[in-house]
């Protein structure tokens, strides 16, 4: 199947700092691609929607200058957490739809910290 | 927009006796069905899904779930659970059409005791 890679994989900071997230369809064009936030024992929660070309959507209630989304190419999307603070430490995945059947193909996650 | 519901937040279960995780959703529309599996630290690994067609769709790892279309159910079951099958389980559901976003239950934490 599809491949989704996620860069890095794990990420420590310090307060204030911006931290730059990349996620990659490997072998296979993506004009869409979807970020989410895990917070620890919750579910997935879609925090915008990435679009190859254009602005990208947000969900109500997620920050559009801290949480920078770029889709510069079909296969790359990135996400910057500017002005990181504790609070946004949390395991953020990717994901991107697949040519047919609606399934989706999940990047294997990034963990951030920030101090 | 849908609404995915997992009753239950935990599952502690004996090794090699049945399990069922359950999952309800809202809209009576066309919809895909989807159950992941997320190890910790990892990230989702589809397990299985439906289309369309057969209600009764299994995995290679010996996980089935059943549509039920009157019900708004897609429970998930296995016969005899081992350790290895210790992980979080979402369900997840997609209103047809290409591309369109992912609605996630709030997960369902299995344990397999041994």
């Known amino acids: 199947g599809a491949v989704v890679s996620q860069h890095p994989s794990w990420v420590i900071c310090k307060s204030g700092t911006s931290v730059k997230i990349e996620c990659r369809s490997l072998?296979?064009?993506?004009?869409?691609m979807f970020w989410y936030r895990q917070f620890p024992k919750q579910s997935l929660m879609l925090m915008a929607t990435?679009?190859?070309?254009?602005?990208?959507?947000?969900e109500q209630g997620v920050e559009k200058d801290k949480f920078l989304i770029n889709h510069a190419s079909l296969t790359l999307s990135t996400l910057t957490v500017t002005s990181a603070h504790p609070e946004d430490s949390s395991f953020y995945i990717c994901?991107?739809?697949?040519?047919?059947?609606?399934?989706?193909?999940f990047g294997p996650g990034t963990r951030l910290t920030v101090l | 927009a849908q609404s995915v519901t997992q009753l239950d937040s935990q599952v502690p279960v004996f090794e090699e006796a049945p399990v069922e995780l359950r999952c309800n959703y809202s809209?009576?529309?066309?919809?895909?069905l989807f159950w992941y599996v997320q190890y910790p630290n990892q990230g989702l690994q589809l397990l299985l899904k439906?289309?369309?067609?057969?209600?009764l769709v299994e995995s290679i790892n010996g996980f089935e779930a059943e549509f039920n279309k009157s019900q708004t159910s897609f429970h998930l079951r296995k016969p005899s659970v081992h350790i290895s099958d210790t992980a979080e389980y979402f369900c997840?559901?997609?209103?047809?059409?290409?591309?369109?976003?992912?609605?996630f239950g709030t997960g369902t934490s299995l344990t397999v005791i041994p």
């Open positions: 994901s991107a739809p697949g040519l047919v059947d609606d399934e989706q193909f």
């Open positions: 072998d296979f064009q993506a004009t869409t």
């Open positions: 990435s679009n190859e070309g254009s602005k990208a959507t947000y």
């Open positions: 809209s009576s529309v066309s919809v895909y």
């Open positions: 439906y289309l369309s067609g057969s209600t």
């Open positions: 997840a559901v997609s209103d047809r059409g290409h591309g369109n976003q992912f609605y």
